[in-house]
DNA sequence: CCTACCGATCGGTAGG
DNA sequence: CCTACCGATCGGTAGG
C-alpha cells in the first residue's frame, strides 16, 4: 500500500531487504517524528536516524506523508490490539473498588509511558495539515479505548455492583477522572515524559480519581 | 521589548504608526498561527494578512519568534484576566448544585469556544521546538483557573455544602468530568471549532459531568 | 550508498 | 538628519 507496487511480487512477497529497509526507516521516522514534529524532521534526517539513503527512503515510501501514514497504521495497530485486551481482566473481579482501581492504574501506565503522549502531541499539533490522521487517530485508538471501559462498567452496573445509566458518559468520567489532568498537562511538558516522579504522581491520581469515581456511581 | 529600543523615546511613547503596525500584526499573527501553525506560516502570510510590508514585521518585532512571544503574551493576559473573575459570582451562590452548573456551563463557554483550543493545538503541536512557551502558558492559564475553581470549591467545602478533603484535586475532578471528554475530543477535531452542535453536546456533558462530582463530593 | 542537483520557498536584509 | 515603509532579492535549505 505505502511502498511502490513494484517492490511486492503477484504471491505478495517482497524483497527482504526492503522488509529491513522498512522496518529501519519507520522506526527512525517514528522516534524523529515524535521528538521534532512533521516539518521539522526532514528526510534526510530520517535517512541518517536509519543508516539508509534518502534514496532508499523513497524507494520504499512514494513520499514524508506516505512515511507518516505508515507510522500512525503502526500506532493505531498496536492501540487496537491494546483496547481489544483492556478491561478483560477487570470484567470477572468481584471487588468492583479493586477492579477499578486496578483499571485506573493500567490506564494512567499505558496512555502516559511510552509514546502515546508523543505521538498525541504530533497529531494534534499537525492537525490541520493533516485533519483526517488526527481525526481517524482518534476514533480508532482513544475512542475505543473508552468503548471497552465502557463495556467493563455495564458489567458491573448489570452485577448491581454500580448505578450506570449511561456506561459511555461513565466511561468518560472514570476514564478522564484517572487520567485526565495527567495527561493533559503532559501534553505541555515535555520533561514529563520521562521524569519518574510525575509517573508516580500519575499513578496516585489515577487511583483518587477511581476513588472519586466510586463514590458517584455506587449503587 | 519586542521592537528595536529606537522606536520609542525616553518618556516611552512610541511612533503611533508603529502602534498601529504591531496590532495589525499581531491580529493577523495569530489568525495565521493558529490556524496553520507555527512553522506553516511564513513572514510573509502574515505581513500581507496585516496589510503590511515585510519589511515593517522586521521593523516592529526582532524575528518570527518574537513575534509568536507576543501573541502568546497576549493570550496568557487574557487568560490571567479571566481567571481572576472566574468563580466569583459561585462562591456568592448558597444552592451549590445551581452553583456548580453554572461554573461547569461557564468553564465549557470559555474553553471549548474562540482560541482556546487552537492555541492550546499550536502549544502542543510546538512544545518541541518551544518547551519553555508550553510550560509557561500551562502555569499561566489552565493552571491558574485550576486554582480559581479549587478556591470557589474551598469555599463551599467551608460552608458544609460539599465534602472537600483536597481542593486541588477537587479542583481537577470538577474540571476534567465537566470538560475533559469535550476538550480531548476537539483537541483532534478541527471541524469541532465551529460545529454549533458539538458545543451544545460539550454544554450538556459538562451539566452531567457538574452532577457526577455533587455526587462524589456531596457533603 | 553518495554527491549533486531541481523548482520552490524559507527567514531575514539590502538599497532607495 | 531621522524613522517607517516599499519592491526586490539575498544566502541557505527544504522535499523530492
Not at 59 to 66: G, H, L, S, T
Given at each position: 500500500?505505502?511502498s511502490?507496487?513494484?517492490?511486492?511480487d503477484?504471491a505478495g512477497?517482497e524483497?527482504?531487504r526492503i522488509?529491513?529497509s522498512?522496518a529501519?526507516?519507520?522506526e527512525?521516522?517514528?522516534?524523529?517524528?515524535?521528538?521534532r514534529?512533521?516539518?521539522?524532521?526532514?528526510v534526510?534526517d530520517?535517512?541518517?536516524?536509519?543508516?539508509v539513503s534518502?534514496?532508499t527512503?523513497y524507494?520504499?515510501?512514494?513520499?514524508?506523508?506516505?512515511l507518516?501514514?505508515?507510522?500512525?497504521?503502526?500506532?493505531?495497530t498496536?492501540?487496537?490490539r491494546?483496547s481489544l485486551?483492556?478491561?478483560?481482566?477487570?470484567?470477572?473481579?468481584v471487588?468492583?473498588?479493586?477492579?477499578?482501581t486496578?483499571?485506573?492504574?493500567?490506564?494512567?501506565?499505558?496512555v502516559?509511558s511510552?509514546r502515546v503522549?508523543p505521538?498525541?502531541?504530533?497529531?494534534?499539533g499537525?492537525?490541520s495539515r493533516?485533519p483526517?490522521?488526527?481525526?481517524?487517530?482518534?476514533?480508532r485508538a482513544p475512542a475505543?479505548?473508552?468503548?471497552?471501559?465502557?463495556g467493563?462498567l455495564?458489567?458491573f452496573?448489570?452485577?448491581g455492583?454500580?448505578?450506570?445509566?449511561?456506561?459511555?458518559l461513565?466511561a468518560e468520567?472514570?476514564?478522564f477522572?484517572?487520567?485526565?489532568?495527567s495527561l493533559?498537562?503532559?501534553l505541555?511538558?515535555l520533561?514529563?515524559d520521562?521524569?519518574?516522579?510525575?509517573?508516580?504522581?500519575?499513578?496516585?491520581?489515577?487511583?483518587?480519581?477511581?476513588a472519586?469515581f466510586?463514590?458517584a456511581y455506587?449503587a
Open positions: 500500500m505505502n511502490a507496487p513494484s517492490t511486492t503477484r512477497y524483497d527482504p522488509t529491513r522498512r529501519l526507516i519507520m527512525a521516522a517514528a522516534r524523529v517524528f515524535l521528538q514534529g512533521y516539518p521539522g524532521t526532514s534526510d530520517i535517512a541518517a536516524e536509519a543508516g534518502k534514496r527512503v524507494n520504499v515510501f512514494d513520499d514524508k506523508e506516505q507518516f501514514r505508515a507510522i500512525l497504521d503502526q500506532a493505531i498496536t492501540a487496537e491494546y485486551a483492556f478491561g478483560a481482566t477487570a470484567a470477572e473481579t471487588d468492583v473498588e479493586v477492579a477499578l486496578a483499571l485506573a492504574r493500567e490506564l494512567a501506565a499505558s502516559l511510552g503522549v505521538l498525541r502531541r504530533l497529531l494534534i499537525e492537525a493533516f483526517e490522521f488526527a481525526a481517524e487517530y482518534y476514533e475505543r479505548v473508552m468503548t471497552a471501559v465502557a467493563a455495564r458489567g452496573g448489570e452485577r455492583l454500580l448505578r450506570i445509566d449511561d456506561p459511555e461513565a468520567h472514570f476514564a477522572l484517572a487520567i485526565g489532568p493533559d498537562r503532559a505541555f511538558d520533561e514529563s520521562t521524569d519518574a516522579a510525575t509517573a508516580t504522581r500519575a499513578v496516585e491520581r489515577a487511583e483518587r480519581g477511581a472519586a466510586l463514590r455506587a
